[in-house]
């Protein structure tokens, strides 16, 4: 006993000792002087240049002064620990500090040091990467054939993390701006080549070196006008290695806008988080120096990934450009709780060598307007739902337990995206979706190719049916009736809400039920417990079929003919609730994604201006009735 307590007051003293020798840097181009030590904003330091002369030590802050504008890559020297992270923030003002990366590579550079968290910065990249003399810019220790990723000729980035020598951990952003960010290069397959954050790592394993990226966390960021993705994560020489992934990255509350490829990225990676995130016109053309190509996200062998609670919006380009698709080599990956809506490639993409990977609770709008450029059937047009087994250059390879159930799409007339599943694709499970479309369009092509594949359907809604040419394997247990959606438009109306299913729909609760695991990730036979709308989807009752179950937050009564509107859904400040024929007491409880009470408002304006960026749900109660909508704070 004696021994621990010298052990506690020994580990005491020097968490004493290591947070008093933490140091606070400022840094300013209005007011810094390089000469100054940096130590107090009353005499901050000037140049990134400086800066670039310190190592941190664990507990340090490197403060830019709110205003400011700084050019040059900031190379930041040492590591945090697990108690005591470097900070880098902005100070002396609400808005941000701005660093031009001014043809660097990047604007942030973290080369082997971790437990880092960097905040409140505004960063773009595009200047070009040649000084006035002509040469190339460079940091010193970065020159040399080893190191030509050092220029920022082909490939720029906002924050690049590089692990070579050793797996790091610790990484927070939250905050950042991350915009402009492209190379200058002479050839001009480079030319989108820019991205917002990086997280790269290189292995060695003829030297059993093998280095992995671990405990990052996204937040709250706005990355736009990148020539390629937002985010990447990339393991480099651990190509046909399965049991070596970078783990714990989390994705939230982030915007993706105006990206040239897409959005997020991640590559050997594993218990993956991506919620509350807005992904818009992902494979941009808005300038020539983008990729032009690319789904909201798709993730790339990688294991135990949920993406929930995101709007994935109008994405562009000649393949993929789904609203979210899932690539090749993955595991236990789920997209749920998610708004698809006027994305070019489509709603559903799956590839080969997935294992329990699928859709589930998704409402998509208008996805899958693409034409092939050489009109052929079942290749580059939009689609509804692709199944397919590639899986790179070499034999294909079939999928495991791939599910797609209780997702609502609805299509107008201008549109006739196909469905398509590959021959040798595995098992597919698709049961209780519901297929809405227009009356007076072109007809919808189906193909489910049977060769070697074993296909579980059932309990699915097509409706106008005689709109679409339906494979015999999609009739089995069909239902054909109109499910009564309250969305009043032939066109679609851009509102997750607008696709609940009316009091009368004649759907509710005869779908196929969906039990039998405690497993939360046992997707087939666990159903999750809550529809698009935070409804409870019970395990012993059959379900509504779409992504809507037609039950209140907490299981109270619900109002059997659904009246109420949220105008509009997508809002900075405030709302209003529109309720069909009553003017009397309305009581609002709103709840964030995580379930948590965070606010009670009365009456029918809903002030949303205090609220963080994100999406929250309504729990809206009528003389004792309830009913949820979901809405956007912008």
Not at 127 to 143: C, E, I, Q, R, V
Not at 195 to 221: A, M, P, R, W
């Amino acid at each position: 006993m004696i021994f621990s307590k010298h052990i506690f007051l020994l580990s005491f003293t020097l968490y004493l000792v290591l947070n008093v020798n933490a140091n606070s840097y400022f840094i300013s181009t209005s007011s810094g002087d390089d000469n100054n030590s940096g130590l107090s904003s009353q005499f901050p330091i000037n140049s990134i240049n400086k800066l670039n002369t310190f190592t941190f030590q664990p507990g340090d802050s490197i403060l830019f002064k709110a205003g400011d504008i700084w050019q040059g890559m900031f190379w930041l020297k040492g590591s945090g620990d697990p108690n005591n992270s470097i900070v880098v923030d902005s100070y002396g003002g609400a808005g941000k500090a701005t660093i031009n990366g001014n043809g660097y590579q990047s604007c942030i550079l973290i080369y082997n040091n971790e437990y880092i968290s960097i905040n409140n910065l505004n960063l773009y990249n595009e200047d070009n990467h040649l000084d006035s003399l002509g040469n190339t810019k460079l940091l010193a220790g970065f020159g040399g054939a080893s190191n030509t990723w050092g220029s920022g000729k082909n490939v720029r980035f906002g924050v690049k993390i590089v692990a070579t020598s050793h797996s790091l951990s610790g990484f927070r952003f939250n905050n950042l701006e991350i915009h402009n960010i492209y190379p200058t290069p002479t050839l001009s397959q480079n030319v989108h080549k820019g991205y917002g954050l990086k997280l790269e790592t290189q292995s060695d394993t003829t030297n059993f070196l093998f280095n992995i990226i671990s405990d990052v966390k996204v937040s709250n960021c706005y990355f736009h006008h990148t020539g390629h993705y937002g985010i990447w994560i990339k393991s480099i020489g651990l190509n046909n290695i399965d049991s070596v992934k970078n783990f714990d990255i989390d994705i939230l509350n982030c915007d993706f806008q105006d990206t040239g490829g897409s959005g997020f990225v991640p590559n050997k990676s594993k218990n993956i988080l991506v919620q509350g995130c807005f992904f818009n016109h992902c494979g941009s053309s808005e300038d020539n120096r983008m990729w032009k190509r690319g789904s909201g996200m798709w993730t790339f062998d990688c294991k135990n990934a949920i993406a929930q609670h995101n709007y994935f919006m109008n994405a562009h380009g000649p393949q993929d450009s789904y609203g979210a698709h899932i690539d090749y080599g993955n595991e236990n990956v789920v997209f749920q709780y998610n708004y698809s809506y006027n994305n070019e490639g489509g709603f559903v993409e799956i590839l080969g060598d997935n294992i329990n990977c699928g859709y589930r609770y998704n409402i998509s709008v208008n996805d899958g307007y693409r034409l092939d450029p050489n009109n052929t059937p079942w290749n580059k047009k939009g689609k509804i739902f692709w199944i397919s087994n590639y899986c790179g250059s070499g034999p294909r390879c079939p999928n495991t337990a791939t599910f797609i159930y209780n997702n609502t799409v609805f299509i107008n007339d201008s549109i006739n995206p196909e469905i398509y599943f590959w021959p040798n694709v595995g098992d597919v499970h698709l049961y209780n979706n519901i297929i809405y479309t227009g009356t007076n369009g072109q007809k919808i092509p189906t193909l489910l190719q049977n060769n070697l594949n074993t296909l579980n359907i059932s309990h699915n809604v097509f409706y106008d049916s005689s709109r679409i040419n339906l494979d015999t394997d999609l009739l089995n247990n069909a239902f054909f009736n109109d499910p009564k959606l309250l969305n009043p438009s032939p066109f679609g109306i851009n509102d997750p809400n607008m696709y609940q299913l009316q009091g009368v729909s004649p759907i509710i609760g005869v779908g196929k039920l969906i039990s039998g695991s405690s497993d939360t990730t046992n997707f087939l036979y666990n159903n999750g417990g809550r529809d698009y709308f935070g409804n409870i989807v019970s395990e012993n009752n059959p379900p509504c079929i779409g992504a809507f179950n037609l039950m209140s937050l907490n299981n109270s009564s619900s109002i059997k003919s659904l009246k109420i509107k949220a105008i509009p859904t997508m809002t900075i400040n405030n709302l209003t609730l529109k309720i069909k024929d009553y003017d009397g007491k309305i009581e609002t409880e709103i709840f964030n994604l995580e379930g948590n009470k965070i606010s009670k408002q009365n009456g029918a304006l809903i002030s949303l201006k205090e609220f963080k960026k994100g999406i929250y749900i309504l729990r809206i109660n009528i003389n004792g009735k309830m009913e949820n909508l979901k809405v956007v704070r912008l």
